[in-house]
């Protein structure tokens, strides 16, 4: 069963930075392509960004341009850094396989205060 272990979140002023990370337990993660999602309290689980196993990128448009998605396969290790933060971006952030078929971890929560 793959496991799925977020960190690096926090409580940041808008305009900061914050870098999320993931590591991520399975042998394939080489060829998975991965994505962040997020959760604000009473909205529903929206994806953030997705990355392959070749590095291509997507990003919804709310984080275009302030979010990179980035991964180490060589540490199973997938990251989101967050720049330009606003106060909308506040939520707990997960990290799944792009089709989120994974059990999902315990997210890492993230509070931009205005």
Known sequence: QVQLVESGGGLVQAGGSLR??????????????????????GRQLESVATITGGGTTTYADSVKGRF???????????????????????????????????????GTQVTVSA
């Open 20 to 41: 999320l990370s993931c590591v991520v337990s399975t042998s394939i993660f080489g060829i998975i392509a991965m994505g962040w999602y997020r959760q604000a309290p």
């Open 68 to 106: 990179t998605v980035s991964r180490d396969s060589a540490k199973n290790m997938v990251y989101l850094h967050m720049n330009s933060l606003k106060p909308e971006d506040t939520a707990v952030y997960y990290c799944n396989s792009a089709g989120g078929e994974w059990a999902w971890g315990q």
